[in-house]
């Protein structure tokens, strides 16, 4: 075998792993919930999520998980899921957390923030009169960024 086949054989298997293990920690934190001291879901990332006051919100049991999101873009129709919810009617503020597992932030953050300005987008045709919030969380070391 060639050392390009190799190569890009090698490649498909990070990338196949990259998504497999995506796909697995979306799956986990999609079932978190933190009510004060008590957790459900994977305790270590329960752990993890209660060291950052900035996150308690958004896996409290108001908080909505995978909300779909659908409408209009410039002509053109769009259907999303948002990773996490947060609304407060009392502020008129929508607040949303996306997860994303890359190691290197840098690869695909232009593409990570302009899906998020898609959700913002898509928001505010719901709540045109709401400040919206939309943050990602990156998995690998925890930090939070704030996109908008």
């Keep these: 075998m060639s050392n390009k086949l190799k190569d890009v054989l090698s ?3 990070r990338q ?3 998504t497999e293990t995506g796909r697995a920690v979306h799956t ?8 004060k001291d008590a957790f459900i879901g994977d305790i ?4 993890k999520i209660s060291s ?7 896996f409290d049991e108001k908080s909505k998980t995978e909300v779909p999101v659908a ?14 919810l947060v609304i407060n009617d009392d502020k008129k ?7 994303k597992t890359d190691v290197d932030k840098s690869t695909f953050h232009d593409k990570y923030v302009a899906q998020i300005k898609e959700y913002v987008t898509l928001l505010y045709g719901i709540y045109p009169e709401y400040k919206i919030h939309a943050y990602l969380l ?9 996109v908008l």
């Design 11 to 13: 490649q498909i298997e």
């Design 138 to 146: 990156w998995l690998n070391d925890f930090s939070l960024e704030e």
């Design 44 to 47: 270590s990332l329960c752990e």
């Design 28 to 35: 986990k934190m999609q079932h978190i919930v933190i009510k």
């Design 52 to 58: 950052h006051p900035n996150l308690l919100s958004f």
């Design 71 to 84: 409408g209009y873009i410039n002509g053109r129709f769009v259907s999303r899921r948002i990773d996490r």
């Design 16 to 18: 196949e792993f990259a």
């Design 93 to 99: 503020e929508v607040s949303i957390l996306d997860y």
